[in-house]
């Protein structure tokens, strides 16, 4: 169920027309693995009609600016977040984190091609990213991220298993992470298991049933992501750490007031 004040959000990013996908803890209860979460996480299209509509929703939702960066298309466009607090009475210090790029994911035209769109008990329409992005989104240097994937392909798996269509068996070989079911899936789809072990070498342990094998390459194959995650943000923490100091340095410049 998604609480009211993430409702708010959403609401107002559709009465403004805001082009935007659901992602992050919210989306994951929508597609059945609950996550509690006081925050809204949006994919944003970063184009200038977009970001204007953005900003009227953001000024009704009394929301600002809680760090660096600014909401600037040119950091959005090299992947950073934005954040905000909103202050009004319906979404009293929601905070809502906005981004456009994300690693490892395609553009936002394709995102929004391959949407999953939700109809809430309210009425109210959510787009949400798609399965596929959200576990890839989720692929974080953050242990607490993994757990989740996991939840989530295990609901889409039990939801969808008497109806394997191949764009959700590919689905399931290359991301299950909870070792009977890739396992029980490798063995009922063989064919198309070995021909992905190229791209996933770990379901040679699935298709031989090795659970210590498949255990431990599914804790490498977390850990070789988590670096790639850490290396993809270290010029972005460079870039904020920059900004965290040109503020600072702007705001010891300015005289004091009614001096």
């Known amino acids: 169920m998604i609480p009211s004040p993430i409702h708010k959000v959403l609401l107002a990013m559709r009465q403004h027309g805001v082009r935007c996908l659901l992602m992050g803890g919210q989306a ?10 006081r925050d809204t996480d949006l994919a944003i299209l970063a184009e200038k009609e977009n ?7 953001l000024a009704d939702l009394q929301a600002e600016t809680i760090a660096v960066p600014p909401l600037e298309k040119r950091f959005l466009d090299r ?22 790029r994300m690693r490892g994911i395609e553009s936002f035209t394709t995102m929004w091609q391959r949407r999953t769109t939700f109809d809430l008990p309210s009425g109210l329409s ?10 890839q989104a989720k692929k974080t ?21 008497r109806q394997p269509t191949p764009q959700r068996i590919d689905f399931w070989l290359r991301e299950l992470r909870t070792v009977p079911l ?55 923490r460079a870039e904020l750490e ?12 300015e005289p004091p007031p009614f001096s």
């Open 242 to 253: 920059a900004l965290r100091r040109e503020r600072i340095a702007k705001t010891s410049d």
């Open 79 to 100: 992947g950073h977040a934005v954040h905000f607090r909103c202050a009004h009475p319906e979404a009293l210090r929601l905070r809502i984190d906005i981004m456009s």
């Open 141 to 161: 240097q953050r242990d607490k991220d993994w757990p989740m994937i996991r939840r989530l392909l295990e609901a889409n798996y039990f939801e969808n298993q």
């Open 182 to 236: 890739l396992i029980e899936t490798a063995a009922s789809f063989s064919s198309r298991a070995a021909e992905l072990q190229a791209e996933r070498p770990l379901l040679k342990f699935a298709l031989v049933g090795g659970v210590e094998e498949l255990e431990s390459a599914l804790y490498l194959e977390q850990k070789q992501e988590q670096a790639l995650d850490r290396q993809y943000w270290l010029p972005l």
């Open 126 to 135: 959510v787009e949400a990213m798609s399965l596929p992005d959200l576990v």
């Open 51 to 57: 970001l204007e509509a953005l900003c009227r929703a």
């Open 28 to 37: 994951c209860v929508l597609y059945g693995a609950a996550e509690f979460s």
